[in-house]
């Protein structure tokens, strides 16, 4: 059973720099096929890619946030970690991981629950 | 602004048709294959259909999916109450300005 969870602070204050883990199982984050990606959603808002990574460490980010963004992982803990650094207040969101495919990174078949994150002071 | 655009909305009566489209460009939809998601209130998005016309295990028949040039359509016929939720597509984009994934605005589909 394949299952993702993300971990991490529910509230950062601006400026700071959010670290969030996402955990997984059912599946290695050595499988060549196989990768997770970070993927946001401001409340009412719509689905925003942010990064990706891949077993072999390729990894690809947001044009917009790219500055911002590192992803790396642990394969020995099954982790996958998202930090963005500067955070602000627009920020705030809803924040997931999800399984997705070496071959359509647009494909996204395992989603963790989500962790809510604001940004205030 | 979604580089994906879709309508913001959408409805129907049970059991009618509905489809929801999502406009590209060359460098997404144009190029590559294209994923459609149904997200629940309060709940993560899941995968509804993959590769442009595929469906995941467990995805009734009611739904569907195409791709024509730089434009997709997800359908929906014998329209259920419980499928009242929001539906996003989703591409790989070759821009030259950065590989990204990108998503569309998402539709919010109402069961009248």
């Known amino acids: 059973q394949v299952t993702l969870k993300e971990s991490g602070p529910v509230l950062v204050k601006p400026t700071e720099t959010l670290t969030l883990t996402c955990t997984v199982s059912g599946f290695s984050l050595s499988n060549a096929r196989m990768g997770v990606s970070w993927i946001r959603q401001p409340p009412g808002k719509a689905l925003e890619w942010l990064a990706h990574?891949?077993?072999?460490?390729?990894?690809s980010y947001s044009t917009s946030l790219k500055s911002r963004l590192t992803i790396s992982k642990d394969t020995s803990k099954s982790q996958v970690v998202l930090t963005m650094t500067n955070m602000d207040p627009v920020d705030t969101a809803t924040y997931y991981c999800a399984r997705t495919d070496y071959g359509d990174p647009g494909y996204f078949d395992y989603w963790g629950q989500g962790t809510l994150v604001t940004v205030s002071s | 602004q979604s580089v994906l655009t879709q309508p913001p909305s959408a409805s129907g009566t049970p059991g009618q048709r509905v489809t929801i489209s999502c406009s590209g460009s060359s460098s997404n939809i144009g190029s590559n294959t294209v994923n459609w998601y149904q997200q629940l209130p309060g709940t993560a998005p899941k995968l509804l259909i993959y590769?442009?016309?595929q469906r995941p295990s467990g995805v009734p028949d009611r739904f569907s999916g195409s791709k024509s040039g730089t434009s997709a359509s997800l359908a929906i016929s014998g329209l259920q109450s419980e499928d009242e939720a929001d539906y996003y597509c989703?591409?790989?984009?070759?821009?030259?300005?950065?590989?990204?994934?990108?998503f569309g605005g998402g539709t919010k589909l109402t069961v009248l």
């Open positions: 989703a591409a790989w984009d070759d821009s030259l300005n950065g590989p990204n994934v990108v």
């Open positions: 590769s442009n016309n």
């Open positions: 990574i891949f077993s072999n460490d390729e990894k």
